[in-house]
């Protein structure tokens, strides 16, 4: 073979030996490290290992990316529960910083406290006072429909008046919603006044320097 018709040939083959090298670099193994603390590499990591982060290492020994481990279902809830730990936390801290901020003294929070309840507690004298009306209401109407059939044994007693008893059931189910409210009134009066109480005793721990 002449000289001449070699030189296409050889630089084909120079052309795909460089490719070559070039796929070979791209390429990167994996770097993980095992129970014993030793380094091992490879184009996969064994399934003992998945949950470990690891390195993406290129053949020339240089680092080109990081993986991480999957997680596993404890590791997860530890992570959750590491999480709602720190919110709690955080929540706290911005309730102080509130605390302090908001008030000079206990007094003040005293006075606040006392108007909320003072508007609570009217709110749940109307409640009580529309509960009182609708039990009266419902008296009324139990006591209306006794005086016809079916509650009323007299041959001569008159059927019921149509939408009599709808009014009683109705007036029955307003009697337990409002009933229902002001019981969750009374609760959050309670919870209310409990709150007050801790942001007191937290207040004067946040002066003393606690």
Known sequence: MSP???????????????????????????KWTDKRGQTHYGDRVPPEYATQDRELINRQGV???????????????????????????????LRDRMLVTAYQSVEEIELVRGRRL??????????????DNLVARHRELVKRSNQFKPFNDDPKAESMPAGLMEDIKRTESEIDVQRANLD????????INDQFDADIARFNQLRAGG
């Open 184 to 191: 969750l009134r009374i609760r959050n009066r309670t919870e």
């Open 63 to 93: 680092t080109v990316g990081r993986e991480e481990g999957t997680i596993t279902d404890e590791e997860l809830k530890a992570q959750k529960e590491r999480e709602r730990i720190a919110r709690i936390k955080a929540e706290a801290a």
């Open 4 to 30: 001449n018709a070699a030189a296409p040939l050889l630089l084909a083959m120079l052309a795909c030996l460089t490719m070559w090298s070039a796929a070979a670099n791209a390429q990167t193994v994996y």
């Open 118 to 131: 003072d508007q609570i507690d009217s709110q749940i004298q109307l409640l009580k006072l529309g509960v």
